[in-house]
């Protein structure tokens, strides 16, 4: 019986002894294609190929493939869905298509796999006689074990809102007819169902594409990929047909290990076994524990890939994806009793399971770990809260109404307040026989968006969507940006618009305008980079421009106010930016890449950039890390940067197809949209001594740069924080401002010396040797006070009166602190030996007391606390403690006379009863 690493190897090295090239799996982050919230498919990363946007490095070629799909949170736990899974595929760009596809499907299946035939079903398209009559005569496939569906069953759509599609043929296993919920349907029936318009859940039989049993399983996926489809769903042949299969390797090992389920398998067996033994229960023994022992598991198994591959729990997105699937996970491991944090170490068996295929996991093993840490114990603090708020509204008639919904504003409140995915507050009502009014909640939430919205400001006065379209309406197209190579541009004003979004013909002296030119150097904002300023310059006017925009796609526009003259639309200008401040951005800019590489080497490779800000003045990096650096990390970072920038090798920009700078190892952001062909940015160099040396940083960047890391000057980290969880801060300046900062830091060192009278360097020791002596004195002082508040405590003792024969000393004295009066209290208790002391002091404008009993009158049924709060109410305050010893506070120092008076008459009255 193969394990499932066996599988895996052995289908990967089917297809690499067949010509495939084995391509690694790529993120569960899509890179570049912002259509995808994260890898659903074998063939992601395979999509450039087969659009014809980029050269394949083979035509053939094959991968095992992390995939995760968000459609099956809600009914992981049973015997079959997963949301993070394993896709075994081979894909051809225009080299093999059908035939072949079909041919070493079957082969690996029969031959490698050793399935019996008798149990294999194929089903195809509706009209793919093509692959049917392959399938007849390859295979040999029998009539009545072959099948014809729709396109709901039998036809591949892109993984997103567009790409590659076609018909596709599956191979489906049959567990056996004791699994069936009904005889099985012959072909022929299912096809004129199918042809009568039928919902084939409706009709009697039992068939390959059945969801009402367990009796079929689908194994493997031939997607014939012929057409391409947009987003608005026209299709159109593809210049090459290409195949792309999908098997997933977690239910070809259910059929190959003769189990019933992936939860049976050797792969989740060891992590079903950790979670069964933190709860102290048994797999297999209950169906509702097995249910909670598989969602923990598989959930465990999800998050430690999404973590590994960059994701941060938060609330939009995949971050949303991740937060909710840990979320779930920690509610269904409280139904096994698991009270304390648990999840890491379901992670640990994770880890331990797959990191011989996916190496990554160790490598990013105490980063998965603590983020998945802090996550769960973030949301145990309130989960309790939230469900018994839920509990609550359940069985309250004011949380759901008759009709059995549970309020839309509950669900928002939960969302908001307590970070309850509203698909976990929808599963919970479920469970009790609830539906939740999610238009209600969706109501709240987009009342949060607006006003949201509302408390942003926008970069552009007023105008909004209505100015964007009028933009559209003046014809102003795509400019063109030509500040890469120059700074200066002859070009013409297209149009101009206020800052109310009317457009204008022309503008004069004080108007506030914003301005469309046919070719810029102006750089707009974007990548976090600051928008380019500078002037705009006719013979009869002159704008200064204070900011650069993109509001859409192609269209960059300048804000300025017009400093003298008139500037008209159709006029021949120059644009000019501002030399000093573009160099004062690119500075930052270039800094940013030499960051983001030293806080990899130095922290490692799970640090991702989370967001930047670049502007003239200083950068700001966000970055995936779990904790705070360390002072010798931040350190060593700085030393990083600054030696790239001492060593100044030049900078090299050029420009490649996307997926060759994914391939040639360039940095990309997941997330950000990137053209066929993006800019790329080589800086610095690692090792000046070596020959073949390679570049310190290599990121894919549309910003403007250096041309080499020495004009960056100096580089210095201003500071470093958190800024959610698992993110975090740094920000640093850099050239002049670094020079500024660098010049103030060593005026103040020269003026702090000059007042401890002596150097710079020297500057430490002497406030070591002042600290000491400053400790010495205080030292001396507090035993002088000591002795001081002893004697004064001495002369209270011929202060002691008798209360019904008890002794009892109450007094005002002088006492620099809390402990000082009640080692004065302390003291006065030991001499009296029997009685009660309380003793009140005025120490920064507010009054405070003790209360002493000895254990003798506490035996006869005096208490400290009692009498203290009985004084202290007296000076607007109270107190507490123990029958032996209390303290109280108050606000009326005037009172406090008052207040100690009282006490031998409380104390007569407290030991005469």
């Known amino acids: 019986m193969p394990t499932v690493d066996e599988l895996r190897k052995s289908y990967l090295d089917f297809f690499q002894e067949r010509g495939h090239l084995l391509v690694p799996s790529s993120s569960l982050i899509p890179a570049g294609d912002p259509t995808l919230l994260l890898t659903t498919a074998g063939m992601v990363q395979f999509k450039p190929y087969f659009l014809g946007e980029a050269a394949a490095p083979r035509n053939r070629m094959t991968s095992s493939q992390k995939c995760f799909r968000t459609t099956d949170i809600d009914v992981v736990g049973d015997h079959k869905h997963l949301t993070f899974f394993e896709m075994l595929g081979n894909f051809s760009v225009g080299d093999y298509f059908k035939q072949e596809a079909i041919d070493y499907a079957w082969e690996f299946i029969t031959k490698y796999m050793k399935l019996d035939t008798e149990k294999l079903f194929v089903t195809v398209y509706t009209d793919d006689d093509e692959a049917a009559a392959m399938w007849k005569a390859s295979a040999g496939t029998p009539d009545e074990r072959l099948y014809r569906y729709g396109k709901s069953d039998n036809w591949w759509g892109p993984p997103g809102a567009e790409g590659p599609c076609g018909p596709c043929s599956e191979i489906h296993y049959d567990f056996g007819e004791h699994l069936g919920c009904a005889p099985i349907a012959s072909p022929a029936e299912i096809a004129a169902w199918i ?27 031939l997607v014939f990929m012929q057409f391409f489809q947009d987003q608005a769903g026209e299709m159109t042949p593809l210049p090459k047909p290409n195949i792309d299969t999908g098997m997933g390797l977690e239910r070809a090992a259910v059929i190959v290990q003769g189990v019933s389920n992936v939860y049976d398998t050797d792969l989740y067996q060891p992590i079903i076994g950790k979670v069964g033994e933190l709860a102290g229960v048994k797999y297999g023994a209950e169906h509702d524990t097995d249910v909670s022992l598989r969602v923990v598991a598989e959930h465990a198994r999800g998050a430690t890939f999404l973590i590994s591959d960059g994701v941060i729990p938060g609330n939009e997105g995949r971050g949303y994806v991740l937060r909710r699937l840990i979320r779930r996970a920690v509610r269904y491991g409280r139904k096994l009793g698991l009270t304390e944090p648990f999840l890491t170490s379901v992670s640990e068996i994770v880890i331990e399971r797959m990191k011989d295929a996916y190496p990554e ?17 973030q949301f145990g603090r309130v989960l309790e809260q939230g469900l018994g708020i839920i509990e609550e ?29 509203v698909e976990e507050t929808a599963e919970i009502a479920q469970e009790h026989g609830l539906t939740v009014d999610m238009e209600g909640f969706e109501r709240e939430m987009e009342a949060q968006r607006e006003r949201a919205r509302a408390g942003t400001a926008t970069k552009f006065g007023g105008g909004g969507e209505a100015k964007i379209f009028k933009y559209r309406d003046l014809g102003a197209g795509r ?13 013409e004003v297209v149009a101009l618009l206020t800052l109310e979004g009317d457009a204008v013909d022309e503008a004069k002296a004080d108007d506030e305008v914003e301005v469309v030119i046919r070719e810029t150097p102006f750089y707009a904002e974007g990548g976090g980079q600051a928008g380019d300023a500078g002037t705009i310059l006719s013979l009869k006017g002159h704008i200064d421009i ?15 106010r017009v400093r003298s003259g008139v500037m008209k639309v159709g006029e021949e200008v120059e644009a000019r930016v501002d030399r000093e401040r573009r160099l004062d951005i690119a500075r930052n800019h270039s800094s940013t890449h030499l960051l983001h590489e030293a806080l990899r080497r130095v922290l490692g490779s799970h640090v991702r950039q989370a967001g930047s800000s670049v502007s003239d003045e200083r950068l700001r990096f966000d970055f995936t890390h779990i904790q705070a650096m360390s002072p010798d990390e931040l350190h060593e970072v700085e030393r990083l940067v600054n030696e790239q920038v001492r060593r100044n090798v030049a900078s090299v920009k050029n420009e490649l197809t996307y997926t060759e700078a994914l391939d040639a190892g360039y940095l990309a952001f997941f997330g950000d949209k990137y ?14 001594d070596e020959a073949n040396t390679t570049p310190f940083s290599r990121e894919v960047c549309g910003g403007t740069h250096l041309d080499s890391p020495g004009e960056v000057g100096l580089f210095l980290i201003t500071s470093e924080s958190s800024i959610g969880s698992g993110i975090r801060r740094v920000e ?12 103030s830091n060593i005026t103040a060192l020269d003026d702090l010396a000059q007042s401890l009278e002596t150097t710079p360097g020297e500057i430490a020791a002497r406030i070591e040797t002042l600290q000491s002596q400053l400790d010495a004195e205080r030292r001396r002082a507090e035993s002088l006070e000591r002795q001081n508040a002893l004697s004064q405590a001495g002369d209270m003792l011929s202060q002691v009166q008798q209360a019904n024969g008890v002794n009892v000393l109450a007094a005002n004295v002088t006492a620099a602190s809390a402990d000082m009066l009640r080692e004065m209290g302390d003291h006065l208790r030991d001499k009296m030996g029997s009685g009660v002391v309380v003793l009140g002091a005025v ?24 009498l203290v709060k009985q004084v202290a109410a007296v000076i607007g305050g109270g107190g507490g403690g123990r029958a032996t010893l209390a303290q109280a506070g108050g606000s009326k120092p005037d009172k406090l006379d008052e207040a100690l008076a009282l006490v031998p008459g409380l104390v007569a009255k407290a030991t005469s009863t």
């Open 393 to 421: 509204a359940l069985l309250d008639s004011n949380g759901s109404s008759n009709d059995g919904v549970l309020s839309g504003n509950l669900a928002f409140t939960l969302y908001d307040t307590y970070g309850f995915p």
């Open 195 to 221: 042809e009568a318009g039928m919902k084939l859940e409706d009709q009697p039989g039992c068939h390959p594409n059945c969801d009402r049993c367990e009796r079929f399983v689908e194994m493997w996926n």
């Open 546 to 560: 204070e900011d650069t925009q993109t509001p859409l796609e192609g269209l960059i526009v300048h804000k300025g």
């Open 675 to 688: 053209g066929e062909t993006v800019r790329v940015v080589d800086m610095g160099i690692n090792d000046p």
């Open 361 to 377: 996991l160790e490598q990013n093993q105490e980063f998965i770990l603590k983020m998945l840490g802090g996550e769960e114990l």
């Open 732 to 743: 640093a300046v850099t050239g002049r401002a670094a020079a500024t900062m660098a010049r």
């Open 843 to 866: 120490m920064n404008d507010r009054p405070s007391l003790v209360a002493m009993v000895t254990q003798d009158m506490v035996d006869k049924g005096m208490d400290a606390v009692a």
């Open 479 to 491: 400019a063109t940006f030509v500040g890469y190579e120059q700074l200066k541009a002859q070009t």
